[in-house]
């Protein structure tokens, strides 16, 4: 994924810490901020921290709220809308990448 205007990414578990297999992000999309659409080649599970708003992808449109979880499988395209007021957080996880 490209860089965002109000997105951050943090990894928090990762190579440097011995991860051989997979690599766990925590994400804050600021109020009104939007991940860019995109794709990939490989599956990532999302489990929303606080915060909400709402993922675009394999042609749904679901509200996200603290607690959730969504599940992007490989080569869907998906986005993620933070409709709040505050920060929509979540971690993210994915498969190990060379750039990890």
Excluded: Y
């Excluded at 991860?19 to 599970?45: C, I, K, Q, Y």
């Amino acid at each position: 994924m490209t860089e965002a205007e109000g997105v951050s990414i943090r990894v928090v578990i990762g190579k440097n810490e011995g991860a051989p297999n997979f690599v766990m992000r925590v994400f804050d999309v600021e109020a009104g901020a939007v991940t860019p659409l995109h794709t990939h080649d490989w599956e990532h599970e999302v489990f929303v921290l606080s915060g909400q708003g709402r993922v675009h992808g394999g042609g749904k449109n679901a509200p996200l709220r603290e607690g959730d979880t969504v599940f992007v499988p490989c080569m869907e395209e998906h986005r993620f809308v933070n409709e709040g007021e505050e920060p929509l957080r979540f971690i993210c996880v994915i498969p190990v990448l060379e750039e990890h």
